[in-house]
């Protein structure tokens, strides 16, 4: 309530005099445009006030993280390897992993709430590298994948998770899968500039989102499946991650799933960043 | 260098089966402020947004400071800035953010794009709510951030899409003062607006859209006399001697008369097409059908003489393009 009386007591003593704007309008030295790799940090750093401003906004990243860590581990923990600690040092890279990839569907969401307003219409206008406006997007986004991590490895320490890897192995291992999700996000962006509403971008991601991170390696080894699943589970990247972060955080290094990781995240970047950037331009 | 700031021929951006543009060409000269007068739906948003590359035309071309928006879009928006109708900063953020975020989008190092912002937020006013989140503005302090933020980059043609749509008679006269003391600058000012009045203010020419066409272009003085010096409004004591009023300055002004939407009031145009004193002419007119409504019988309880509203040009516009279709 303040903020609103002191901010009208504020406007009812502004008188206009031209000879303020003078100053502002005087055409001083213009500057230079920036480089690509500044505009892309100046919308990075519009993400971050925008996680300051609206701190809701990282809730889904913090308890639906904890939420699945906690369920899982206590839900097939028992049954699957006959203790829960067992079963938490194989279940919690995979669940860091697919609570990271799920919350990748929020840069969707924010790209189609934001596109509509007349903000981005300015941003449009500016003789700045087209995709900046995007990769700001995907930094503040590296941000709460950064944030989720560590809130699951956290809890995971709690719950007894003892990585063999230590500080390095963990960080190597959060590394890659902040890095991969940077550049899954790019099919959001897509998505977020593509459908019409916020609900379609929340039920395609969905669709996209519960085959790739169920029918993967997070839960169980593949070997128990039937052929035709394991023939799924095995060439879907989710997978591949999960192998390569499990082995990092263990230790150790696969050199085959990291070769997987790398390639579908150049070949996701590629694709959907291109087809991100064609539909950004049309709008 | 070109003259002209804009120059579109046969612009037209169809959305399905809506042709929002159909067939504009516009001659906008640089360093004055050029007025786009129209409706709602008429096509002035459309236009802007593909002025300033955010919408690509469908047919015809279209030029800014002799840049082609489709072939040099880099070029055009070095020279360009829009402020949006609806407000084009970011509600979540405070005034003093934004201003930097932009700043720094335009290439201000760190320290500099901080001073830039304080220097607009003090010429516009809103040094006390730097630090407020733009949501809690009220829509004058929201339009001035959102002008402040386009005058960032000192652009040689700024976009005013509707500025005033909104805001109360103080805040609207702030905005006036602004665009012109813009102008004075050297800036050249696209603006659009449905209030006549407001292009009457501002605008050097004005263009008239309607249904995506241009139906008439020309300094505001050219445009108030081809339709009609002024308009007499009558407010009658009995409802029920409007029809026979107006018969009586039908037949005396020889012009449109219009039925509001009161009962008892009505309006007409008075033509005042006589050469040079045409003030003088419109008044003579308005006694001339006052004194015939008395006569008539008829009890005039208001009178007032005014400007033709843009209703008024519009219905003499659109009227003369159907008589000179039929005539063709
Ligand atoms: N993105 C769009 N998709 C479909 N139709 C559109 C779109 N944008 C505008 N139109 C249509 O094009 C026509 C012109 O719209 P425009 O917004 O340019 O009018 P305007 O003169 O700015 O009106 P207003 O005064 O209401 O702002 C309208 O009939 C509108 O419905
Ligand atoms: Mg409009």
Known sequence: MSTATTVEAQEATYTFSPETLQAVLAPGDAPRRPSWLSASFTFGWRAMLKIKHVPEQLFDVTAFPIMMTLMFTYLFGGALAGSTTEYLQFLLPGIMVMSVVMITMYTGVAVNTDIVKGVFDRFRTLPIWRPSTMVGYLLGDAFRYTVASLVILGVGLILGFRPEGGVVGVAAGIGVLVAFSFAFSWIWTMFGLLLRSEKSVMGVSMMVLFPLTFLSNVFVDPNTMPGWLQAFVDINPISHLVGAVRALMDGGWDTTDMTWVLVSGVLITVVFGALTMRLYNRR | ?328
Not at chain 2, 123 to 145: N, P
Not at chain 2, 245 to 256: Q, Y
């Open chain 2, 1 to 328: 260098m070109s003259a002209l700031a804009i120059e579109t021929r046969g612009l037209v951006k169809a959305f399905g089966k809506t042709r929002a543009v159909d067939g504009i060409d516009l001659a906008v000269p640089a360093g004055t402020v050029y007025g786009v007068l129209g409706p709602n739906g008429a096509g002035k948003t459309t236009v802007v947004r593909m002025l300033a590359t955010l919408l690509r035309p469908d047919g015809g071309d279209a030029r800014v400071f002799g840049h082609d928006v489709l072939r040099e879009p880099d070029e055009v928006r070095q020279r360009v800035s829009l402020t949006g109708q609806y407000a084009s900063v970011d509600e979540d953020l405070t005034g003093l953010e934004n201003l930097i975020l932009l700043a720094r989008l335009v290439g201000y190092d760190k320290r500099a794009a901080r001073r830039r912002a304080e220097q607009l937020l003090a010429a516009f006013g809103l040094i006390d709510a730097a630090g407020k989140q733009v949501k809690h503005y009220s829509g004058g302090m929201r339009r001035r951030l959102d002008i402040g933020a386009s005058i960032l980059n000192t652009p040689k043609l700024l976009f005013l899409d509707e500025p005033t749509t909104g805001l109360d008679p103080r805040s609207r006269n702030q905005v006036w003062d602004i665009v012109r003391a813009v102008v004075s600058y050297g800036t050249t000012v696209l603006l659009t607006t449905q209030y006549l009045d407001e292009a009457d203010r501002l605008a050097s020419r004005i263009a008239v859209i309607d249904q995506g066409k241009v139906i008439a272009e020309g300094t505001p003085g050219e445009l108030k006399s081809s339709v009609g010096a002024g308009a007499v409004h009558v407010r009658l004591r009995d409802p029920g001697q409007r029809t026979e009023a107006e018969w009586v300055l039908s037949r005396c002004l020889g012009g449109h008369v219009v039925l509001e939407a009161d009962p008892v009031a009505l309006t007409a145009r008075v033509s005042g097409n006589g050469n040079g004193d045409t003030d003088r002419r419109t008044a003579e007119q308005a006694a001339a059908a006052l004194t015939a409504l008395a006569e008539a019988g008829i009890t005039v309880d208001d009178f007032s003489l005014g400007q033709p509203s843009l209703d008024e040009v519009f219905l003499a516009l659109t009227d003369r393009t159907v008589e000179e279709e039929t005539k063709a």
